[in-house]
């Protein structure tokens, strides 16, 4: 949340985009010892919690080196530059294979994909048929391997189980608790002293935790916050 909202909200302003893929960059070039030492751990379904804090961390740079290399006009050192970081990170992924980060990946690259195109709405007609197919080809394919203990070790999943539980946690998050606590909540960390986990989801966390006028901060903060994105992005920058 730190991080996040004040990030939402430069998004609404004008900031020099060069300048942050850059020092992102070199961020990273300074870290790519700690990148490697990432992929030579070994990783089963007991490890999910590190696999996605190792993938997370690194999707940000991902994006920041495809950025550099398919919409910048950046010279060609740092085009090298981001080949490197993009190989490391994508190796990473690859490793991990965490659920969420390949799904924010694919999103990526359809934005690539977006501004090349000269049909905008075609476009929109591929975002929204393909994730109804993904969906489709999905619930055929897991039907018939989700109980296989390869699967669940690849995808971290509880066999048999393609949710985890996280529909239970959504509706445990979301759930009526009184007026007074769903007006100002139940109190940092209440979900997790209860559920002994989190809910997998910000704004069910922030309703649970904070209540409704916390949510509904955030929410006035990130809709803005996406909207000036979205502006960005169809201006070019």
């Given at each position: ?24 960059l070199i961020v990273a070039i ?208």
């Amino acid at each position: 949340l730190c991080i996040g909202i004040p990030s939402l909200f430069l998004a609404t302003r004008k900031i020099d985009y060069d300048i942050l893929r850059h020092t992102i960059l070199i961020v990273a070039i300074g870290s790519i010892s700690h990148f490697i030492s990432i992929l030579s751990r070994e990783y089963t379904i007991y490890t999910s919690g590190e696999q996605m804090g190792n993938a997370y961390s690194i999707l940000v740079i991902l994006f920041i080196a495809g950025w550099t290399l398919f919409d910048s006009n950046d010279s060609t050192l740092w085009k090298i530059v981001s080949i490197l970081i993009a190989a490391i990170c994508f190796s990473i992924l690859v490793k991990v294979m965490t659920r969420g980060a390949w799904l924010c990946v694919f999103a990526f690259l359809g934005y690539l994909l977006w501004k090349k195109m000269k049909s905008k709405r075609l476009f929109l007609v591929i975002v929204i048929s393909a994730p109804l197919l993904v969906i489709a080809v999905w619930i055929v394919f897991t039907k018939y391997i989700s109980h296989s203990e390869w699967f669940a070790n690849i995808f971290s999943l509880k066999a048999g189980d393609l949710l985890n539980g996280r529909s239970n946690l959504l509706e445990y998050g979301f759930s009526y608790r009184g007026v007074l606590k769903t007006i100002f909540g139940s109190g940092i960390g209440a979900f997790y002293g209860i559920y002994h986990t989190y809910p997998h989801n910000l704004f069910a966390q922030l309703y649970y935790d904070q209540g409704l006028i916390a949510l509904l901060t955030v929410v006035c903060i990130f809709i803005p916050g996406c909207k000036g994105l979205m502006h960005n992005a169809v201006n070019g920058q």
